[in-house]
């Protein structure tokens, strides 16, 4: 059964950079027909996809709200995922998720990390 566990929580100031790793274990990352991405869940608020990275092109996908700051990416060899963020904003904060899915339905989940974003 494959396991999902974001790491690289923090406290960081708005503008500052943090990056956030999911490892992937019991299963394979380099199956096509998966795709991964990072989501969100901001207090009060509901779950927000925040990037996507595809299996089979690389294409890469962003919201807009993240659109030129965030990037996602993958290390195949290390089973891994990575989402860097840049110039972070106080409405950045939440619990950052990483998440398989197939065919428009997700399948796997971490347990989150927090990201807090405050002066």
């Known amino acids: 059964q494959v396991q999902l566990q974001e790491s690289g929580p923090g406290l960081v100031k708005p503008s500052q950079t943090l990056s956030l790793t999911c490892t992937v274990s019991?299963?394979?990352?380099?199956?096509?027909?998966?795709?991964w991405s990072w989501i969100r869940h901001a207090p009060g608020k509901g779950l927000e996809w925040v990037a996507t990275?595809?299996?089979?092109?690389?294409?890469?996908f962003y919201s807009d709200s993240v659109k030129g700051r965030f990037t996602i990416s993958r290390d195949n060899g290390k089973s891994t995922l990575y989402l860097e963020m840049n110039s972070l904003k106080p409405e950045d904060t939440a619990r950052y998720y990483c998440?398989?899915?197939?065919?428009?339905?997700?399948?796997?989940w971490g347990q989150g990390t927090q990201v807090t974003v405050a002066s």
């Open positions: 998440a398989r899915s197939v065919d428009y339905t997700t399948d796997a």
């Open positions: 019991g299963g394979s990352i380099t199956m096509n027909y998966y795709y």
């Open positions: 990275i595809m299996t089979l092109d690389h294409n890469r």
